[in-house]
């Protein structure tokens, strides 16, 4: 199986952009008095999605990008 390079290149544009939108949320929330709480859900946020990326990684490159 061959890589898209092109998938590649524009999921993680996708993915940069997301990551630094919620990077500004996280920050201005910790900006308004609630600093802890939002080291703890930036940490349980990244966690949960490293952790669905492990598990369905591989599955999600059996998807046909035709009926995308």
Known sequence: MSINWS???TVSG???LEFL???AIAYAIARSG???ETAWGSVAG???VTLAALLFG???Q???LHGL
């Open 58 to 60: 591989r599955g999600l």
């Open 21 to 23: 939108k919620t990077a």
């Open 7 to 9: 998938v590649v290149v």
């Open 14 to 16: 996708g993915a940069s």
């Open 62 to 64: 059996s998807v046909p």
């Open 46 to 48: 990244v966690s949960l």
């Open 34 to 36: 609630c600093p802890r």
